[in-house]
C-alpha cells in the first residue's frame, strides 16, 4: 500500500478517532477490567474485494504503538463469505475503541473496491479503461481513490490542483469551447494536458482544432459515443477519449465496445455499498 502517504493517513485516523472516542470510551471504562488482554477478528459476512487492511492496522497503532494486524489476505483479493480476513490481539480497550473506526473504514474501502472490479470484468477484452472521478466523500478522497486501485481501476484527477479539465461552465464563462482551450493551452504549463467536456459533433472539432489533449464526451448514448469517437478519430487518431454521465453496469461495456479509451464513474465512490465485515473480539 506504498502509494497511501503514511503521514497522512495516520492524520486522517488520528481524527476520526477524536470524533469517536471524544473524551474517552466510557462504556468500555466501567464495563472492562484495565489491563484485560483480548483477540479480534474480522470476518468477510459476504462476497467481496477486500481494500483497506492497512487502513484498519492504523486505527488501532494510533491507539497503541505495539498494536499490529495479522493480515490473511492482501487489498485487492477477493475472498468469500465466511473468510477470517485478519486478526489482532492487545488489550481490550485498545480493541473496543477502534473497532468502529477500522470496521467503517475496511467495509466502505471493501465496498469501493468490490463494485470497481465488477466494472472492470464487465469491460474485460475491449481496451477500455474504468477510471474514477472527484465524486468522493470529503476527507476520505485518498482512501476511496486507493480502493478503486485495489479493485483494478485506475485514477482520474486527485484534485483540481492535479490537471486541465474544462467542462460546461469554464466554456460558457470562457466565451467558447475554442476561447477556454486557447486560453488555457497559454496559460498552464508544458506538462499538462487539455481535457475538454463535449456533448456535440460541432464542440468535438472545436476543441481538436483548438488542441486539445483528451475529449471527454459527457451524457452520449453509446451509438452516439461511437459516431463521435468515429468523428475524432479522423480528425486526430492521437487524441484520448473519454466517457461519462449516465453509466451502469448494464450498459458500461456497450460504451467501452464504442471505442472510447476511458470511461469516467462517479458511482464507483459516490455509491458503493458497505461490505458486511465483523470483528468478534474473545478474552484472552
Avoid at 16 to 38: H, K, M, P, W, Y
Avoid at 78 to 88: D, F, L, P, Q
Avoid at 140 to 155: D, H, P, S
Avoid at 182 to 197: D, I, M, P, S
Wanted: proline share 1%.
Amino acid at each position: 500500500m506504498n502509494w497511501l502517504d503514511e503521514g497522512a493517513l495516520f492524520s486522517q485516523i488520528g481524527s476520526f478517532l477524536s470524533e469517536d472516542l471524544g473524551r474517552g470510551d466510557i462504556t468500555t471504562q466501567a464495563c472492562v477490567a484495565r489491563n484485560t488482554r483480548a483477540r479480534g477478528r474480522f470476518l468477510a459476512k459476504e462476497q467481496m474485494v477486500v481494500a483497506g487492511l492497512e487502513a484498519a492496522e492504523a486505527v488501532f497503532s494510533t491507539l497503541d504503538s505495539q498494536q499490529q494486524l495479522e493480515a490473511f489476505v492482501a487489498d485487492g483479493d477477493e475472498v468469500e463469505a465466511g473468510k477470517v480476513i485478519a486478526r489482532t490481539s492487545g488489550f481490550a480497550d485498545v480493541l473496543l475503541a477502534g473497532e468502529r473506526v477500522a470496521l467503517n473504514l475496511l467495509q466502505r474501502l471493501s465496498g469501493i473496491a468490490t463494485l470497481t472490479r465488477r466494472y472492470v470484468r464487465a469491460v474485460e477484452g475491449t481496451s477500455t479503461q474504468i477510471v474514477d472521478t472527484r465524486k468522493t466523500t470529503p476527507g476520505l478522497r485518498m482512501l476511496e481513490k486507493y480502493a478503486v486501485l485495489a479493485g483494478g481501476a485506475r485514477n482520474h484527477r486527485f484534485g483540481l490542483d492535479d490537471g486541465v479539465l474544462i467542462k460546461d461552465n469554464h466554456i460558457a464563462l470562457a466565451g467558447g469551447v475554442s476561447a477556454a482551450v486557447e486560453r488555457a493551452r497559454e496559460v498552464v504549463g508544458h506538462l499538462h494536458k487539455v481535457e475538454v467536456e463535449v456533448s456535440s459533433e460541432k464542440a468535438l472539432r472545436e476543441a481538436i482544432k483548438s488542441g486539445a489533449d483528451i475529449l471527454l464526451l459527457d451524457n452520449l448514448t453509446p451509438a452516439e459515443t461511437a459516431r463521435m469517437v468515429a468523428i475524432s478519430r479522423e480528425l486526430s487518431p492521437q487524441v484520448a477519449l473519454e466517457s461519462s454521465g449516465g453509466i451502469t453496469l448494464e450498459n458500461v461495456r456497450a460504451y467501452a465496445e464504442a471505442g472510447v479509451d476511458l470511461i469516467s464513474i462517479g458511482a464507483l465512490t459516490h455509491s458503493a455499498r458497505a461490505m458486511d465485515i465483523s470483528f468478534k473480539i474473545q478474552a484472552g
